[in-house]
């Protein structure tokens, strides 16, 4: 055989070995990627691995959906809520900021930078962020009403009374909002 033809056969069994998918059950290898196949929007990948409560998989689908779409706002948002879920308060706060630099009429954005400095014991201006979210959403949002109310208790609490020890924790609602609820003891 010449150099040529075991080219020509070289390339052949290249080629076969990439067209197609074989499928049949005698195979022991898997299915490769279908190129038919059309990609799922990564932000809704995203919100439906936050429902799921797999924050470091959603991180990864909002990231994905960065490169398509650009930091958005909206990416921003679901990246810094992905963040809130794993608790990792820093880099959320940041990312929500940066979320409402480009688009500060969002409520739910601002619900959820109150979220973060709410945690972060920031109570007077978590307060405020949820003013805003609450302004912003004409007082529609049952959630982002009683986030305000939680805020206000609280920071009259630490301005008249004792200081005292109270759990909370952070109940999500909807695709990328959270509610703070009193754990009752």
Not at 26 to 47: C, I, K, N
Not at 96 to 106: G, H, P, Q, S, V
């Amino acid at each position: 055989m010449t150099k040529a033809g075991a080219l020509v056969a070289f390339c052949a069994v290249l080629a076969a070995c990439s067209g197609g998918q074989n499928t049949s059950p005698e195979t022991p290898f898997a299915p490769g990627l279908s190129q038919r196949g059309e990609a799922v929007d990564g932000m809704l990948v995203g919100h439906r691995l936050m429902a799921a409560g797999e924050y470091d998989l959603a991180v990864d689908a909002f990231s994905r959906a960065a490169l398509t779409d650009g930091m958005s706002a909206e990416v921003l948002a679901g990246l810094g809520s992905a963040h809130l879920g794993m608790g990792q308060l820093g880099t959320a706060e940041r990312m929500l900021r940066d979320a409402i630099d480009k688009d500060e009429n969002a409520p739910e954005i601002w619900n959820n930078l109150g979220v973060v400095l709410m945690e972060k014991g920031k109570t007077a201006e978590a307060a405020q962020m949820f003013r805003r979210a609450y302004a912003f959403d004409n007082g529609e949002s049952d959630a982002i009403r009683d986030n305000l109310r939680l805020a206000l208790a609280k920071s009259e609490k630490s301005y008249y009374g004792e200081v005292e020890e109270q759990d909370y924790k952070l109940v999500r609602r909807g695709s990328s909002d959270y509610l703070i609820r009193r754990v009752s003891g």
